[in-house]
């Protein structure tokens, strides 16, 4: 017997966190565009494990844990640690880049650790879905960073990590300040994967 909970709700989990270890290695390589692309794939991903996992009427209350547990340690590398990563490999140096890094991971993981303990008793209060999220997902990183990437060869690389330093800073402001972000509905997911698709096409492209 091997310990965790197996099923086929965590799936898109796992699968969105292989993709940025993935991404990770292609970074290494230098290949950027590639690794970007991975980045996306886990947001996608991740839109869509809370529907998966959802459709599982019969979790007991240790398995609901788990998958929250599971969810946010698999966020943090995906989403936090992985962009900041990426972040280095491009070229964010110094007081500013390693500042930037540092509190952009430290921002995933404080809105994490707090999403996990407001979850757990939100869940033991209510079953009713959740309507708004506090402060900006972490997931959003997904969409932000290659958007600011695609912008690269249209204004220097300078200009570039002025520009992705301003991004993170702002982005982990975001992500632990206490304000509604209305969570998507089915159209609005819809919307944000076929831009995710959109955007990996062109990062391929121009690969």
């Known amino acids: 017997m091997f310990l965790g909970f197996y099923s086929y709700t965590v799936i898109l989990t796992y699968l969105g966190l292989f993709s940025s270890v993935i991404g990770m290695t292609m970074a290494l390589e230098g290949h950027f565009h590639w690794a970007i692309a991975c980045l996306v794939t886990s947001g996608i991903c991740d839109m869509l494990d809370g529907k998966i996992a959802r459709s599982k009427k019969n979790r007991t209350e240790d398995e609901k844990t788990f998958g929250i547990q ?45 999403f996990n303990v407001m979850e757990q008793k939100r869940q033991q209060e209510t079953s009713e879905a959740r309507k708004y999220y506090q402060g900006l997902p972490v997931t959003s990183i997904a969409i932000i960073f290659p958007m600011v990437f695609l912008l690269r060869p249209y204004i220097g690389v300078v200009g570039y990590l002025r520009i992705l330093i301003a991004v993170m800073l702002t982005v982990a402001l975001l992500n632990i300040s206490n304000i509604k972000v209305p969570k998507p509905d089915n159209k609005m997911i819809t919307c944000f994967i076929l831009l995710a698709l959109v955007i990996i096409g062109k990062l391929l492209r121009l690969y």
Do not use: Q
Request: charged fraction near 10%; include cysteine.
């Open 70 to 114: 599971i969810d946010s340690l698999c966020d943090l590398v995906c989403f936090s640690v992985f962009p900041a990563f990426l972040g280095y490999g491009l070229g964010l140096r110094g007081f500013w880049g390693t500042t930037a890094m540092c509190l952009f991971v430290l921002a995933g993981v404080i809105r994490l650790g707090y």
